[in-house]
């Protein structure tokens, strides 16, 4: 009885890499967003939030990719 050797794997394909987009500002809310009422939290809190998210996200993704223009456009 022979034994067919596999391939480190099972021979089959390496799985994709997923790609690692920039990523992308949080839209800013309009002034006629928000009602006024005092909310807890405002969506204006909501937005200071998600800036910080996005400032971090967007420091550790120039860290990862340190030859990409600093535009975002590619070129």
Request: glycine share 10%; aromatic share 6%; proline share 16%.
């Amino acid at each position: 009885m022979s034994r067919r050797r596999r391939s480190p794997g099972g021979g089959r394909a390496a799985p994709p890499v997923a790609p690692d987009p920039m990523p992308l500002p949080p839209r800013q809310p309009e002034l006629d967003e928000c009602c006024g009422s005092g909310c807890d939290p405002c969506v204006f809190d909501l937005y200071d939030a998600a800036l910080e998210r996005y400032e971090q996200a967007l420091r550790a993704w120039r860290e990862r990719h340190p030859d990409a223009p600093l535009d975002g456009t590619g070129e």
